[in-house]
């Protein structure tokens, strides 16, 4: 019997793109996370992942320094 693990190494077997700028992704985005649990509306999710990516660029950018 053979075992199989097959493992994604920084987008070298699958490139995944999203368009974040699609009111769609947070709709559905919005509906999955509220099946877990975490009840957002598309627009508040959208507004905090983009809060949660600019604290992140900013801590990136001090790190750097």
Known sequence: M??????D????LVDI???EK???LWKKMSLFF???GAAYEP???RMAYE???KEIGRASCRERV
Request: proline residues 0%.
């Open 51 to 53: 809060t949660k990516i």
């Open 17 to 19: 793109h999203t368009n």
């Open 9 to 12: 190494l920084y987008g070298t």
């Open 43 to 45: 627009k508040e999710l």
């Open 22 to 24: 699609k009111a769609y």
């Open 2 to 7: 053979y075992q199989n693990y097959i493992f």
């Open 34 to 36: 509220g099946m877990k």
